[in-house]
Protein backbone atom coordinates (compact mmCIF):
# COMPACT_ATOMS: atom_id res chain seq x y z
CA UNK A 1 0.00 0.00 0.00
CA UNK A 2 1.46 3.25 -0.80
CA UNK A 3 0.88 5.93 1.04
CA UNK A 4 -0.33 9.15 -0.03
CA UNK A 5 1.73 12.32 1.22
CA UNK A 6 -0.82 14.83 1.02
CA UNK A 7 -3.39 12.56 2.48
CA UNK A 8 -4.84 14.14 5.78
CA UNK A 9 -4.46 10.88 7.19
CA UNK A 10 -0.52 11.38 6.35
CA UNK A 11 -0.62 14.62 8.30
CA UNK A 12 -2.00 12.99 11.14
CA UNK A 13 0.41 10.31 11.95
CA UNK A 14 3.03 12.78 11.45
CA UNK A 15 1.16 14.87 14.15
CA UNK A 16 0.83 11.66 16.23
CA UNK A 17 5.17 11.20 15.86
CA UNK A 18 5.40 14.42 17.75
CA UNK A 19 3.28 13.60 20.57
CA UNK A 20 5.20 10.78 21.18
CA UNK A 21 7.79 13.01 21.19
CA UNK A 22 5.91 14.34 24.14
CA UNK A 23 5.21 11.44 25.83
CA UNK A 24 8.97 10.50 25.79
CA UNK A 25 10.28 13.87 27.46
CA UNK A 26 7.14 13.30 29.78
CA UNK A 27 4.54 16.20 28.50
CA UNK A 28 1.44 14.61 28.35
CA UNK A 29 1.44 13.08 24.62
CA UNK A 30 -0.41 15.79 22.31
CA UNK A 31 1.09 16.71 19.24
CA UNK A 32 0.41 19.61 16.50
CA UNK A 33 1.30 20.16 13.00
CA UNK A 34 0.31 23.00 10.77
CA UNK A 35 0.14 22.09 6.56
CA UNK A 36 -0.18 25.01 4.15
CA UNK A 37 -0.04 24.03 0.29
CA UNK A 38 0.69 20.52 1.47
CA UNK A 39 3.82 21.51 3.27
CA UNK A 40 4.76 21.46 6.87
CA UNK A 41 5.64 24.21 8.28
CA UNK A 42 5.39 23.98 11.78
CA UNK A 43 6.37 20.52 14.25
CA UNK A 44 5.06 20.85 17.81
CA UNK A 45 4.36 19.11 20.97
CA UNK A 46 3.08 19.92 24.57
CA UNK A 47 6.09 22.02 26.56
CA UNK A 48 4.07 23.07 29.86
CA UNK A 49 6.25 20.88 32.26
CA UNK A 50 9.28 21.73 30.55
CA UNK A 51 8.78 25.13 29.88
CA UNK A 52 6.55 25.43 33.20
CA UNK A 53 3.77 27.05 31.16
CA UNK A 54 0.15 26.47 31.31
CA UNK A 55 -0.40 28.12 28.30
CA UNK A 56 2.47 25.95 26.27
CA UNK A 57 -0.08 23.58 24.68
CA UNK A 58 1.22 21.38 21.36
CA UNK A 59 -1.34 24.02 19.43
CA UNK A 60 0.16 27.34 20.66
CA UNK A 61 3.37 26.46 20.11
CA UNK A 62 2.43 25.01 16.33
CA UNK A 63 1.00 28.27 15.76
CA UNK A 64 3.72 30.47 17.22
CA UNK A 65 6.18 28.22 14.66
CA UNK A 66 3.78 28.84 11.52
CA UNK A 67 3.50 32.49 11.83
CA UNK A 68 6.96 33.12 12.16
CA UNK A 69 7.80 30.58 9.39
CA UNK A 70 5.02 32.45 7.16
CA UNK A 71 6.03 35.74 8.60
CA UNK A 72 2.63 36.76 9.45
CA UNK A 73 0.01 36.16 12.56
CA UNK A 74 -3.25 34.96 10.24
CA UNK A 75 -2.44 30.95 9.26
CA UNK A 76 -6.16 31.57 6.90
CA UNK A 77 -4.75 29.47 4.42
CA UNK A 78 -3.34 26.55 7.01
CA UNK A 79 -4.47 23.34 8.60
CA UNK A 80 -3.91 22.26 12.06
CA UNK A 81 -3.65 18.70 12.57
CA UNK A 82 -3.85 18.14 16.35
CA UNK A 83 -4.05 14.32 18.18
CA UNK A 84 -6.38 15.66 21.12
CA UNK A 85 -9.21 18.24 20.21
CA UNK A 86 -8.24 21.79 20.88
CA UNK A 87 -9.08 23.24 24.28
CA UNK A 88 -11.35 26.23 24.91
CA UNK A 89 -7.87 28.51 24.90
CA UNK A 90 -6.25 26.79 21.96
CA UNK A 91 -9.88 27.32 19.80
CA UNK A 92 -9.63 30.58 20.75
CA UNK A 93 -6.05 31.06 19.17
CA UNK A 94 -7.35 29.17 16.57
CA UNK A 95 -10.23 31.72 16.05
CA UNK A 96 -7.42 34.86 15.62
CA UNK A 97 -5.16 33.06 13.55
CA UNK A 98 -8.01 32.75 10.92
CA UNK A 99 -6.73 28.93 10.17
CA UNK A 100 -8.91 27.39 7.07
CA UNK A 101 -9.30 24.24 8.91
CA UNK A 102 -8.61 22.07 12.00
CA UNK A 103 -8.32 18.12 11.86
CA UNK A 104 -7.94 16.42 15.65
CA UNK A 105 -8.02 13.05 16.08
CA UNK A 106 -9.31 11.98 20.10
CA UNK A 107 -12.28 14.03 21.37
CA UNK A 108 -11.50 16.22 24.62
CA UNK A 109 -15.10 15.00 26.52
CA UNK A 110 -14.10 18.10 29.31
CA UNK A 111 -12.04 20.78 27.72
CA UNK A 112 -12.29 20.41 24.03
CA UNK A 113 -13.81 23.66 22.31
CA UNK A 114 -16.95 21.95 20.90
CA UNK A 115 -18.38 21.66 24.56
CA UNK A 116 -18.38 24.98 24.52
CA UNK A 117 -22.24 26.25 23.59
CA UNK A 118 -20.83 28.97 21.32
CA UNK A 119 -18.63 28.36 18.23
CA UNK A 120 -15.10 29.88 18.91
CA UNK A 121 -13.49 29.36 15.80
CA UNK A 122 -13.33 31.36 13.11
CA UNK A 123 -16.67 30.82 10.84
CA UNK A 124 -14.34 30.35 7.66
CA UNK A 125 -12.90 27.50 9.99
CA UNK A 126 -13.37 23.78 9.04
CA UNK A 127 -13.63 20.81 11.12
CA UNK A 128 -13.15 17.12 10.34
CA UNK A 129 -12.94 15.27 14.08
CA UNK A 130 -12.08 11.66 14.88
CA UNK A 131 -9.30 11.09 11.77
CA UNK A 132 -7.34 8.46 13.63
CA UNK A 133 -9.36 8.34 17.01
CA UNK A 134 -8.42 5.47 18.10
CA UNK A 135 -4.49 5.99 17.53
CA UNK A 136 -4.63 9.01 19.05
CA UNK A 137 -6.84 8.18 22.27
CA UNK A 138 -4.78 4.88 22.99
CA UNK A 139 -1.39 7.16 23.27
CA UNK A 140 -2.89 9.42 26.35
CA UNK A 141 -4.65 6.54 27.94
CA UNK A 142 -1.52 4.56 27.86
CA UNK A 143 0.68 7.81 29.24
CA UNK A 144 -1.70 8.48 31.91
CA UNK A 145 -2.20 4.10 33.16
CA UNK A 146 1.72 4.49 33.41
CA UNK A 147 1.08 7.71 35.84
CA UNK A 148 -1.11 6.11 37.88
CA UNK A 149 1.56 3.06 38.63
Given at each position: ???NH????YFMKEALKE???GSDINEVPVGA???C???IIARAHNFTERLNDVTAHAEMQAFTSASDYLGGKYLNECTLYVTLEPCHMCGGAAF???LKKIVYGASDEKRGFSNL???ILHPKTE??????????SKILKEFFQKKRQ
Open positions: MEIFSDEANKIIVDNQWTQKENILKGLLEEEC
